[in-house]
Every structure is written in structure tokens, then in C-alpha cells.
């Protein structure tokens, strides 16, 4: 998925904080069962991590240092 966020750095980590929560509560589904989530979420902001064109490749390459690191976090693209 990609969500899209005004603002900077400190905003687009709030939102990725918030949204981990969010899954952490987890999801009730039939049967009483509850399901927690986790995500891999990548963060590059216009125009400190390049042209527009580019910031969807470069969130997808911090995604993938999570990813690499054990998953369920964040990471700003560098």
C-alpha cells in the first residue's frame, strides 16, 4: 500500500507510529479470533529525498532495510 501525508519527516513518522499501533490492537474476525497485524513501512518525503518520480522507489527502499532488520517498524530513506 502507499499513503501519501503532508508535511515533513516528523509527520510522516507520526503517521507510520500511529498505524503501527493500530495493527499492534489487532482485528477481531469470526469465531472470537483475533488477528494482529504488522507492517514494513518505508518514508521519503518531496523534496529532501529527490524529485517526486523518484520518492515511491526510494520509501520502497527503506521498506525494505525494515524489512531486512525483522519487520514491524519504520524507516526514513537516507
Known sequence: ?????RGNVEAAQRQARALLHALELGFEVGGGRTHVLTASIGIAVYPLHGARPRLRGHAVTAMREVKQSGGNGYAVYD
Open 1 to 5: 500500500f502507499l499513503i501519501m501525508v
